[in-house]
């Protein structure tokens, strides 16, 4: 009889327990739920190591060759002053822009000669808004 007892004991506090377990899902599910959606920016991503409205305009939209490394393309970028803005596309297309004001960096014309003359650039072109002066 008392196994019997302390039986029924055992069963309950673990009812008990199913119950406040339960209990806490549910609230834990009821904030999750009504927090909202969280708040992100239109690109679906943003750094934080940059400030807001620091992106220049794009003027070129240019395809690399896949064989083209990492420090070949700095090199180049840099040397036109030139920075990614947007890209690779799902068609590999990366679009460029000034990284410096202008007057401070060399013309669109003198940037889009030099794009098309390296072996690595398969594709280099304006962005027709752009026309030939940088922004």
Do not use: C, Y
Request: hydrophobic share 45%; no cysteine.
């Amino acid at each position: 009889r008392a196994a019997s007892a302390r039986r029924t004991r055992l069963t309950h506090w673990l009812a008990a327990a199913v119950v406040v377990q339960a209990v806490g899902i549910g609230v834990l599910g009821a904030t999750v739920l009504n927090r909202g959606p969280a708040v992100r920016p239109a690109g679906g991503f943003e750094t934080l190591s940059a400030p807001a409205g620091t992106t220049p305009a794009p003027s070129l939209r240019v395809v690399f060759a896949a064989t083209m490394t990492v420090g070949e393309l700095k090199t180049l970028l840099t040397s036109e002053h030139l920075v990614i803005v947007a890209g690779p596309s799902d068609a590999g297309v990366f679009s460029l822009g000034p990284s410096q004001p202008t007057g401070a960096a060399p013309s669109l014309d003198a940037s889009l000669a030099t794009l098309r003359a390296n072996p690595h650039v398969l594709f280099a072109e304006p962005i027709a808004a752009s026309g030939a002066q940088r922004p």
